[in-house]
């Protein structure tokens, strides 16, 4: 009787050592799945957009460096609204159909904005915007709406301040006539979009207000776009009898676009042309001597801050944790002045 009891206890002992090693190796191979990929939804409100597809192709770059610092797979679901809101709408409703974790929208009215943070909000999935700022009573609806980007009135202080800095170290270069004022044009982006407004504004009462004395020419709404910037630029060589002596523009790409214009229609000495945006192109063209200077928006800050705060919004992670700091769910990301002066 006493050997029997033996037996059976040694059979389930052996039997619950069997299930622990099961269970141990079946635990092993969980922790050995990949997690779950992070799907994060982009629409961006223009893809040929230069300093747009810049920072598209800075998101694609970073999220590996994310995926390997959060130990959290990525996908990217990069979507073309070609400035088209009704089109990025439906961009909007696919990404809440298909459950993503994360939304992420350079949105092309910023108007709009609150409808689509209801929307995000009904879904409860968080809500990036970009480069395109909302109205803020609009942002600061829901808790999980952020905006990232740079400030738009720093932007066009520093280009003021670009080019006045240059006028006083050496006047002559600008006043071309030696009337005591520049004679500028300038070159803005949509009409009514804030940041275009702001940049222009503020670029010129930069200069103003260091005692710069400016008379303008002319403006032309390029769109942020080179050609038609590129067109404005070559009917004001024609048009005026006195040289233009600065060409003030809303962006790198109208810059580009006066270049251009100045390299079939001639003007010696040619105007001194300033940007924003700090692309690829735009440097160069300040390195070549073509532009005077531009002002850099960090493109790669702007991806990393959108994925640090995609991140800690959907796994729910503290976001003080993210630099540089997130205030009131805005994420300012600082300009810098380019240019090849000493």
Not at 83 to 104: E, G, L, M, P
Not at 202 to 222: F, H, M, N, P, Y
Not at 229 to 249: A, C, G, H, N, R
């Amino acid at each position: 009787m006493k050997s029997w009891k033996v037996y059976l206890t040694l059979f389930f002992l052996s039997l619950a050592s069997v299930f622990f090693l099961l269970g141990k190796e079946k635990g092993q191979a969980e922790e050995r799945l990949p997690q779950q990929a992070l799907k994060i939804g982009v629409s961006l409100y223009r893809g040929d957009d230069e300093f747009i597809s810049s920072v598209s192709r800075a998101l694609e770059e970073e999220k590996s460096h994310k995926e390997e610092k959060f130990q959290q797979k990525m996908t990217l679901n990069i979507l073309d609204a070609k400035n088209s809101q009704t089109i990025q709408n439906a961009q909007i409703d696919q990404f809440i159909r298909k459950n993503y974790d994360v939304i992420v929208v350079n949105v092309v009215d910023r108007t709009v904005a609150a409808t689509l943070i209801h929307k995000a909000k009904q879904a409860k999935i968080p809500i990036i915007f970009f480069n395109r700022e909302p109205i803020e009573t609009d942002l600061l609806q829901w808790d999980q709406a952020f905006y990232v980007g740079s400030r738009a009135q720093e932007s066009g202080e520093m280009q003021g301040q670009l080019v006045w800095q240059a006028y006083l170290e050496n006047p002559d270069r600008f006043d071309l006539n030696g009337d005591g004022k520049i004679q500028y044009v300038m070159l803005e982006g949509e009409e009514v979009h804030q940041d275009s407004l702001i940049r222009t504004e503020t670029s010129i009462q930069s200069i103003v207000d260091a005692g710069v004395k400016v008379e303008r020419l002319a403006r032309g709404v390029g769109n942020w776009m080179r050609q038609p910037s590129k067109e404005f630029m070559s009917q004001w060589l024609k048009e005026f009898d006195q040289p233009i002596e600065l060409v003030i523009s809303n962006n790198d790409e109208m810059a580009l676009g006066a270049v251009e214009a100045l390299q079939s229609e001639k003007q010696m000495p040619p105007p001194q042309i300033v940007g924003i945006d700090g692309t690829k192109e735009g440097i160069e063209a300040v390195d070549n001597g073509q532009m005077l200077g531009t002002i850099l928006a960090d493109t790669t800050a702007q991806a990393k801050g959108i994925l640090d705060l995609a991140y800690a919004t959907s796994q729910n992670r503290p976001i003080k944790e993210i630099e540089p700091k997130v205030k009131d769910q805005y994420l300012w990301i600082p300009h810098q002045i380019y240019t090849t002066e000493k």
